[in-house]
T-cell receptor
Framework: DTAVSQTPKYLVTQMGNDKSIKCEQN?????MYWYKQDSKKFLKIMFS???????INETVPNRFSPKSPDKAHLNLHINSLELGDSAVYFC????????????FGNGTRLTVT | TQLLEQSPQFLSIQEGENLTVYCNSS?????LQWYRQEPGEGPVLLVT?????EVKKLKRLTFQFGDARKDSSLHITAAQPGDTGLYLC????????????FGSGTQLTVLP
């Protein structure tokens, strides 16, 4: 009965490869997010989707592309991976209303070699 | 860009001690949330404060929102090893985007 689940948990790949991370939520939330947590534990928003429409797109490289087939899913595709992409990527979801908290997945640790 | 600075960045204390973590910004937030993150997991919400000057208690944890809604503090009384974790404050902006900006984090270690 996991609320926000993302796969895989760990991803090790070489520079230049293309990879995807999947995320699903069963909380009935209308907004989903991707966050990147760097080695200093700083959590920075990358994307936000509300009812399948992109509503926030922070200044991330266009090698990163979110794809939301429906309200319960938000996948992250990364092209031409670089060393600097190594981080923990978190999916989250919430209701799109004020004060609504985020519910996070357990993260995907991406290591680019 | 709204920035949230947390202090201290690292804190290691003995079981039973008290501690306070600070979250400061030059920006005004419509609300402020505190999360705790444990290794290998995502952050989990502890509390949301909305009104300037608001104080909320969660067992041994006391959260306060600054009068001007630019800062917040988390005080833990009689810390226990189970309190160990990364504490993150997050400010929510007003407006249609209602973006949540996370602070720089405080890594707390409570030694038995």
């Amino acid at each position: 009965d996991t609320a926000v689940s993302q796969t895989p948990k760990y991803l090790v790949t070489q520079m230049g490869n293309d990879k995807s991370i999947k995320c699903e939520q069963n909380l009935g939330h209308d907004t989903m997010y991707w966050y990147k947590q760097d080695s200093k534990k700083f959590l920075k928003i990358m994307f936000s989707y509300n009812n399948k429409e992109l509503i926030i797109n922070e200044t991330v490289p266009n090698r990163f592309s979110p794809k939301s087939p429906d309200k319960a899913h938000l996948n992250l595709h990364i092209n031409s991976l670089e060393l600097g992409d190594s981080a923990v990527y978190f999916c989250a979801s919430s209701h799109r209303r004020e004060y609504s908290p985020l519910h996070f997945g357990n993260g995907t640790r991406l290591t680019v070699t | 860009t709204q920035l949230l600075e947390q202090s201290p960045q690292f804190l290691s204390i003995q079981e039973g001690e008290n501690l306070t973590v600070y979250c400061n910004s030059s920006s005004v937030f419509s609300s402020l949330q505190w999360y705790r993150q444990e290794p290998g997991e995502g952050p989990v919400l502890l509390v949301t404060v909305v009104t300037g000057g608001e104080v909320k208690k969660l067992k041994r944890l006391t959260f306060q929102f600054g009068d001007a809604r630019k800062d917040s503090s988390l005080h833990i009384t009689a810390a226990q090893p189970g309190d160990t974790g990364l504490y993150l404050c997050a400010g929510q902006s007003s407006g249609s985007a209602r973006q949540l900006t996370f602070g720089s984090g405080t890594q707390l270690t409570v030694l038995p």
